[in-house]
């Protein structure tokens, strides 16, 4: 029975309306921390989370607005495309049934994780009590009764817990809302709920149900590690700086533009960077790495001191290790994560914050500048590559037109606050070298776990965020194909997002890939199956409508007909999605075979050793000599 200090409360109400009371606190910022939650119910969660979402929405509706999805994984997706937007201090939760409904969340939890994005994650469970065993939908292993499918959800997650008592639900939902809001722990958080213990009762203290505020950590560098780092800059010759997504959570933007500025050295950014500084900036050379452009990777191969801030150093950011050249090359790593600090052996980290790290630089080598040959060079490479780039965006009055023009006319058209979404295929790549970002927010592509069918709802995720701005969704037909029901959701509820559903009829990108490791695009194209061969090599397309689909959701679908004019006709479409109020999807024909400017990067994706196809044979001679480049790059 409840006290007057205690609430009586099934689980399920106790969570839902903790979370409604969380705050995050990031200086002068504060904002709810979960401000709403999805749900797809089931029998795992309709009487426990779905009941208390219903119960709070009859007293206050507002507290903790249920969102409806079609999918689980997009559920996810949403959430971290707002986190995203809303700088890691906001997301979304969201709950699921028992065993498909939760399977259903673990890719959205990998790419939450590998984006350290925030994720709340309320998988449902079976029975704690096992009372009937085994329910519908549970997985049995017989080695360990006690393993459910969301035992699963346990490598990729930051934290995770089950909730097998009701008197368990406080310890484990402040333990998620610490990970949730710490910059260095945040991701994927995971709490799963058996059915039965969601709707027990338990007497709830009216303390665990007030308001309460998560301060984001911004730590300040150490003297001693900024004084090293310091040293190393002032005597570097050639100096070049990675900004990654560490920038744009911390919000340090203004700082890297104007220690750039104060000092003239050049910025190259990874995917998650983009937005860092503006495309015509004069220290901006573009993306770097294996999808860099040639002004970024140029400079980055000759650089003697290379300057990390807030990247993760994926694969693509060094190009498989052969983007830095230089044998004395020296890494001083900025970020909040040790983790990533001490990556490539590097004797500089700088355990901090990057807006903190970025304003004791600037005061620490105020003297500082580059020299004036360098300069001349960052000013040359930086206008060399922006004409490669104007070439590349002119119509070329082909039927099926190349993906870069594409891109050039939707660049040509958006506003400077428009938002562009991608992350798999061919896209993420030309958008890295081309796309001419023209705000901190506006550059959106996921390519931390680069996850097809994440677009559209992670779009979806980016206007809840941000109502006031255009959110163009760049999508091939293989994304697309994976992950597209989530268009349902943007008109029930009136969210207008515009697509942009580039027709390849097939894989462009791992066609491409296909053809530099020697495996001839096989298995890449979308046609009918040749009952001769049993293989998908031949001509015939397959009569599937993609514009029809859009069409039968509710969307206004504009296509444009493969024509010399397709390229104007894409720009009028455009023109007219940015005036309508409701979601409209473009689709376009393209020739996949119409490549961007080549950028000198590399990617080391292994060729066959030995095979009996002579193309095979072929890639495998190149793929030796371009990993003679790889360094181990220990500095």
């Given at each position: 029975?409840?006290?007057?200090?205690?609430?009586?409360?099934?689980?399920?109400?106790?969570l839902?309306?903790?979370?409604?009371?969380?705050?995050?606190?990031?200086?002068?910022?504060?904002?709810?921390?979960?401000?709403?939650?999805?749900?797809?119910?089931?029998?795992g969660?309709?009487?426990?989370?779905?009941?208390?979402?219903?119960?709070?929405?009859?007293?206050?509706?507002?507290?903790?607005?249920?969102?409806?999805?079609?999918?689980?994984?997009?559920?996810?997706?949403?959430?971290?495309?707002?986190?995203?937007?809303?700088?890691?201090?906001?997301?979304?939760?969201?709950?699921?049934?028992?065993?498909?409904?939760?399977?259903?969340?673990?890719?959205?939890?990998?790419?939450?994780?590998?984006?350290?994005?925030?994720?709340?994650l309320?998988?449902?469970?079976?029975?704690?009590?096992?009372?009937?065993?085994p329910?519908?939908?549970?997985?049995?292993?017989?080695?360990?009764?006690?393993?459910?499918?969301?035992?699963?959800?346990?490598?990729?997650?930051?934290?995770?817990?089950?909730?097998?008592?009701p008197e368990?639900?406080?310890?484990?939902?402040?333990?998620?809302?610490?990970?949730?809001?710490?910059?260095?722990?945040?991701?994927?958080?995971?709490?799963?709920?058996?059915?039965?213990?969601?709707?027990?009762?338990?007497?709830?203290?009216?303390?665990f149900?007030?308001?309460?505020?998560?301060?984001?950590?911004?730590?300040?560098?150490?003297?001693?590690?900024?004084?090293?780092?310091?040293?190393?800059?002032?005597?570097?010759k050639?100096?070049?700086?990675?900004?990654?997504?560490?920038?744009?959570?911390?919000?340090?933007?203004?700082?890297?533009?104007?220690?750039?500025?104060?000092?003239?050295i050049?910025?190259?950014?990874?995917q998650?960077?983009?937005?860092?500084l503006?495309?015509?900036?004069p220290?901006?050379?573009?993306?770097?790495?294996?999808?860099?452009t040639?002004?970024?990777?140029?400079?980055?191969?000759?650089?003697?001191?290379?300057?990390?801030?807030?990247?993760?150093?994926?694969?693509?950011?060094?190009?498989?290790?052969?983007?830095?050249?230089?044998?004395?090359?020296?890494?001083?790593?900025?970020?909040?994560?040790?983790?990533?600090?001490?990556?490539?052996?590097?004797?500089?980290?700088?355990?901090?914050?990057?807006?903190?790290?970025?304003?004791?630089?600037?005061?620490?080598?105020?003297?500082f500048?580059?020299?004036?040959d360098?300069?001349?060079?960052i000013?040359?490479?930086?206008?060399?590559?922006?004409?490669?780039?104007?070439?590349?965006?002119?119509p070329s009055?082909?039927?099926?037109?190349?993906?870069?023009?594409?891109?050039?006319?939707?660049?040509?058209?958006?506003?400077?606050?428009?938002?562009?979404?991608?992350?798999?295929?061919?896209?993420?790549?030309?958008?890295?070298?081309?796309?001419?970002?023209?705000?901190?927010?506006g550059?959106?592509?996921?390519?931390?776990?680069s996850?097809?069918?994440?677009e559209i709802?992670?779009?979806?995720?980016?206007k809840?965020?941000a109502?006031?701005?255009?959110?163009?969704?760049?999508?091939?037909?293989?994304?697309?194909?994976?992950?597209?029901?989530?268009?349902?959701?943007?008109?029930?509820?009136?969210?207008?997002?515009?697509?942009?559903?580039?027709?390849?009829?097939?894989?462009?990108?791992?066609?491409?890939?296909?053809?530099?490791?020697?495996?001839?695009?096989?298995?890449?194209?979308?046609?009918?199956?040749?009952?001769?061969?049993?293989?998908?090599?031949?001509?015939?397309?397959?009569?599937?409508?993609?514009?029809?689909?859009?069409?039968?959701?509710?969307?206004?679908?504009?296509?444009?007909e493969?024509t010399a004019?397709?390229?104007?006709?894409?720009?009028?479409?455009?023109?007219?999605?940015?005036?309508?109020?409701t979601?409209?999807?473009?689709?376009?024909?393209?020739?996949?075979?119409?490549?961007?400017?080549?950028?000198?990067?590399?990617?080391?994706?292994?060729?066959?050793?030995?095979?009996?196809?002579?193309?095979?044979?072929?890639?495998?001679d190149?793929?030796?000599?371009?990993?003679?480049?790889?360094?181990?790059?220990?500095g």
């Amino acid at each position: 029975m409840s006290t007057p200090n205690t609430k009586r409360m099934t689980v399920g109400q106790a969570l839902v309306e903790f979370l409604a009371n969380q705050w995050t606190v990031d200086g002068d910022v504060r904002e709810r921390t979960i401000p709403g939650m999805f749900g797809i119910f089931g029998h795992g969660n309709v009487a426990g989370v779905g009941q208390a979402l219903k119960q709070l929405h009859d007293t206050d509706p507002g507290l903790m607005p249920y969102l409806q999805a079609r999918n689980e994984q997009a559920m996810v997706h949403e959430s971290v495309g707002f986190a995203r937007m809303h700088r890691r201090r906001a997301t979304y939760a969201s709950t699921a049934s028992v065993g498909p409904g939760a399977a259903n969340m673990l890719t959205g939890a990998a790419l939450a994780t590998t984006n350290r994005l925030p994720a709340l994650l309320l998988p449902s469970d079976t029975f704690a009590t096992r009372v009937s065993d085994p329910v519908l939908q549970q997985i049995e292993m017989p080695h360990d009764t006690s393993v459910s499918v969301n035992d699963a959800f346990r490598p990729l997650s930051r934290y995770f817990d089950r909730v097998d008592r009701p008197e368990q639900l406080f310890s484990i939902a402040l333990a998620a809302m610490r990970v949730l809001t710490d910059p260095v722990e945040t991701g994927a958080v995971t709490i799963a709920l058996p059915e039965d213990v969601q709707a027990e009762a338990l007497d709830v203290p009216l303390e665990f149900l007030q308001p309460r505020e998560w301060h984001i950590r911004r730590p300040v560098p150490e003297r001693g590690p900024l004084a090293r780092a310091v040293a190393a800059i002032a005597h570097a010759k050639r100096p070049i700086i990675i900004a990654g997504g560490g920038v744009i959570y911390s919000d340090a933007e203004q700082q890297l533009r104007a220690f750039a500025e104060a000092t003239g050295i050049p910025v190259g950014t990874s995917q998650a960077g983009g937005g860092a500084l503006d495309w015509d900036h004069p220290q901006y050379l573009g993306g770097v790495g294996a999808t860099g452009t040639l002004a970024a990777n140029h400079l980055a191969a000759e650089a003697d001191v290379v300057i990390g801030i807030g990247t993760r150093y994926s694969d693509f950011t060094t190009a498989s290790r052969t983007a830095f050249q230089d044998p004395d090359v020296t890494f001083v790593n900025i970020n909040v994560a040790s983790f990533d600090a001490y990556k490539h052996g590097s004797q500089l980290p700088v355990i901090a914050d990057a807006r903190e790290a970025l304003d004791a630089l600037a005061e620490a080598l105020a003297d500082f500048r580059v020299e004036a040959d360098y300069a001349a060079r960052i000013k040359a490479e930086k206008a060399a590559w922006d004409a490669l780039v104007d070439q590349a965006f002119e119509p070329s009055g082909l039927a099926l037109p190349g993906q870069p023009e594409i891109i050039g006319a939707i660049q040509s058209g958006s506003a400077p606050t428009d938002v562009v979404v991608q992350a798999a295929g061919s896209l993420p790549g030309d958008l890295h070298k081309l796309w001419r970002v023209r705000d901190s927010l506006g550059y959106h592509v996921e390519y931390a776990f680069s996850c097809m069918g994440y677009e559209i709802a992670g779009g979806i995720g980016v206007k809840r965020a941000a109502p006031e701005r255009d959110v163009i969704v760049m999508v091939g037909d293989g994304s697309y194909l994976m992950l597209h029901t989530e268009l349902v959701t943007a008109v029930a509820e009136g969210i207008k997002v515009i697509v942009v559903l580039i027709q390849n009829h097939g894989y462009a990108s791992i066609g491409h890939l296909s053809e530099t490791v020697g495996s001839e695009r096989f298995g890449t194209l979308y046609r009918r199956q040749d009952p001769d061969t049993l293989d998908f090599q031949g001509a015939e397309l397959l009569p599937v409508d993609l514009a029809m689909n859009a069409r039968s959701y509710g969307l206004d679908v504009i296509e444009i007909e493969p024509t010399a004019r397709a390229i104007d006709d894409l720009s009028a479409a455009l023109a007219t999605a940015k005036a309508s109020d409701t979601s409209t999807l473009i689709h376009i024909n393209s020739d996949p075979r119409v490549y961007a400017p080549d950028g000198d990067g590399w990617w080391d994706v292994p060729v066959a050793e030995v095979s009996t196809i002579p193309s095979t044979k072929a890639a495998y001679d190149d793929y030796l000599a371009e990993r003679a480049h790889q360094r181990p790059l220990l500095g």
